[in-house]
């Protein structure tokens, strides 16, 4: 059984930080590509950054050189850390694991940023 298990989210100030993380089991982890998605009300799921299992990574515009996703094999875990934070960036993060062709999804966790 896949479980992703995401945690880190909640409310911070604009220019704040914050660490989401997401602890991968049912899987072998270190053949997955993991990523973070992210979702507001009305609007489609984006991908914010990925990472393969090689390590290159991927991230949307809005996000690059605030956001850094980073994997640990050993932990089976897959962080996002989220620097300069703005409102815009208020929404549901979702962790992603694309495992032998199939996509499984965490529950997500709400991040607000507001003053």
């Known amino acids: 059984q896949v479980q992703l298990v995401e945690s880190g989210g909640g409310l911070v100030q604009p220019g704040g930080s914050l660490r989401l993380s997401c602890a991968a089991s049912?899987?072998?982890?270190?053949?997955?590509?993991m990523g973070w998605y992210r979702q507001t009300p009305g609007k489609e799921r984006d991908l914010v950054a990925s990472?393969?299992?090689?390590?290159?990574?991927t991230y949307l515009d809005s996000v690059k050189g605030r956001f850094t996703i980073s994997r640990d094999s050993a932990e089976n875990t897959v962080y996002l850390q989220m620097n300069s934070l703005k409102p815009e960036d208020t929404a549901v993060y979702y962790c992603?694991?694309?495992?032998?062709?199939?996509?499984?999804w965490g529950q997500g966790t709400q991040v607000t940023v507001s003053s």
């Open positions: 990472i393969v299992p090689g390590g290159s990574t």
């Open positions: 049912g899987i072998i982890f270190s053949i997955s590509t």
């Open positions: 992603n694991a694309e495992y032998l062709g199939i996509g499984f």
